[in-house]
């Protein structure tokens, strides 16, 4: 079993920056892909970025990187998602999951099988 703890979250002022962090604990961690996905109020989860579990695989929305950069330290069982030049519409509770695939992360929501409790991140304008 996996259990996903976020934290990093709070209050930044447009233009700011945060980094994110999932803490991961159980046996197969060390296994699994991982990810952030986000929700705003009153609107769909949305995919923000992927890490294979080796790190030698990344995903981003549209397969571009823009503002975010996701990345993981394997010795602390932890990833991480750096965020920067943060706007108003980035306001939104974030969440950490596992899975063993990255495509899975980005794609099939539906299909992952470890979520964090996440994270609200505001952006104030």
């Known amino acids: 079993q996996v259990q996903l703890v976020e934290s990093g979250g709070g209050l930044v002022q447009v233009g700011g920056s945060l980094r994110l962090s999932c803490a991961a604990s159980?046996?197969?961690?060390?296994?699994?892909?991982m990810g952030w996905w986000r929700q705003a109020p009153g609107k769909e989860r949305e995919f923000v970025a992927a890490i294979s579990r080796r790190g030698g695989n990344i995903y981003y929305p549209n397969g571009k990187k823009d503002r975010f950069t996701i990345s993981r330290d394997v010795t602390k069982n932890t990833v991480y998602l750096q965020m920067n030049s943060l706007k108003p519409e980035d306001t939104a509770v974030y969440y950490c999951a596992a899975a063993e695939w990255g495509a899975t992360l980005s794609h099939d929501p539906l299909s992952i099988e470890y979520w964090g409790k996440g994270t609200l991140v505001t952006v104030s304008s």
């Open positions: 159980g046996r197969m961690f060390s296994g699994y892909a």
